[in-house]
C-alpha cells in the first residue's frame, strides 16, 4: 500500500467516524480538515528533483503523524505547475476558491513561487516554499504568507563560489537560466566573486529551459575564464554539463563549477563526468544514521535517494502539522507564528529555526563528488567537506530588504 493510499484510508476512517458532528477537538480547523495542495513540475526539467518524489515525501509525513490532526483528517491535493508562473498562480487561486486550501507546499521554480506567494497573500493563505532557489522569495518577494525552506542562492554562492575562488578559480564566465532563480544565482556569484578578489569576465543567458548549450558552451570556451559556473538547474544542468564534456571544456583546462547541482543530477551523469565537482547542499542523505534511516525508508517507496528538495518537504509538513496541532487551529497567520516560535532539529535540518523574513535557517554543508574509486555504491556519490553554519550561512538580515524586517 502506498503512502497516499494509507493517508487517504486513515482519511475515510476519521472522517467515518466523526461524521454525525464535529467535534470540540477541531472546532477550530476549517471545513473539519486539514487540507494540503503539493504543487510541483511533474513532468519537466524539475521533475527528478521535487517531482511525484516530493509528493511521496509529503505523503511520508502526513502518515507518520497518522493521518489527521487532533482528530480532523489531513487531505491532500496535488498538480502540474509545468514551471508556468501563470499555471502555479492559476491552481492556487482554485484551491483556495474552491476546495479551501490551507497550505500550499512544494514550489520549486522560482518564478512560480513567487506567483503563488502573491496569490497566498491576497487571499490570507499559507505556502511553504521547498524546491526553489531564488534569495529574493525572502528578500524583496517576501509576504507574510509563506516560508521558504530548504536553501537558497546566497548559501550556495557563499559555499561553492567561495572555496572554488579561494582555490584559484578567479576569473567566472556565468552560463545563467533566463528567469528569477538564474538571475538571483549569478548575482548572489557575482558578489562573492568580486568580494573575494575575483572577477566575472563574462557571461550569457540561455531560455528555460534549454536543450541545446552548444552556442553557449561555446562562449565559454572563447572567453578564456578558468571556471565557468553553472547559474541553472535540474535538465538544464545535466545537459550542460554533458555538452561541456563533449566539447572538451574541462580537457582543455577551464572548469565547471555547479551551483545547484542534485544528488539526481550527479547520479544521472555519474561519477566520471562529476568527481571532484564542488558543491554546496542543505542536507545528504547519508550525512548521519537518522539521515540514513529516513532515507532507506523512501528508497523503499520510490526506488532512489531523496535529495535535499524532497527530504526539506517531509521536514516542513511535519513542522506544518505539528504547529497545527499544538495551535487547536490552520489559521495562517497562527501557526505562522507557531512555526517560527519553535526551533527546527530533525534528519534534516540541524540548528534550524524560522526568520521573521520566512527564512528558514539551518546549517549548509560544502561537498565534493567522490571519485570512482571513492564510491562504494550506485548512491555513495557525496564527501562533506564542512559545515556552514546557519547563522553564516543564509543572507544577513542587515542587509534584508524585506518588509517585515525591523532594520
Known sequence: MTFMKK???????VAAASSMAI????????????????LADMSGTYRDLAGPGGQTAMEMAVADFGGSVNGSPIVIFSADDRNSADVGANTVREWI?????????????????IAVTKVLQENNGLGIVSGSAASSITNEHCTPNHIHWVYDTYPLANGTAKAVVEQGGDSWFMLTADYAFGHALEADVTSVVEANGGEIVGGVRHPFPTSDFSSYILQAQGSGAKIVGLANAGADTVNAITTA??????????????LLIFLNDVHALGLEATQGLLLTTGWYWDMDEESRAWSERYFE?????????????????MHYLKAVEAAGTDDPETIRAKMAEEPINDFFARNGSIREDGRMIHDMYLAQVKTPEESTGEWDLYEILSTIPAAEAYRPLSESQCSLVQN
Open 7 to 13: 493517508t487517504l484510508a486513515a482519511s475515510i476512517a
Open 23 to 38: 467535534s470540540t477537538a477541531h472546532a477550530e480547523i476549517s471545513d473539519g480538515e486539514v487540507r494540503i495542495g503539493y
Open 97 to 113: 476558491d474552491q476546495r479551501n486550501v490551507d497550505m500550499v507546499g512544494g514550489l520549486v521554480a522560482s518564478s512560480v513561487s
Open 245 to 258: 564534456s563533449q566539447f572538451g571544456l574541462t580537457q582543455s583546462g577551464q572548469q565547471l563549477a555547479g
Open 301 to 317: 517507496e520510490v526506488g532512489r535517494m531523496p535529495t535535499m528538495v524532497q527530504a526539506g518537504i517531509y521536514s516542513s509538513t
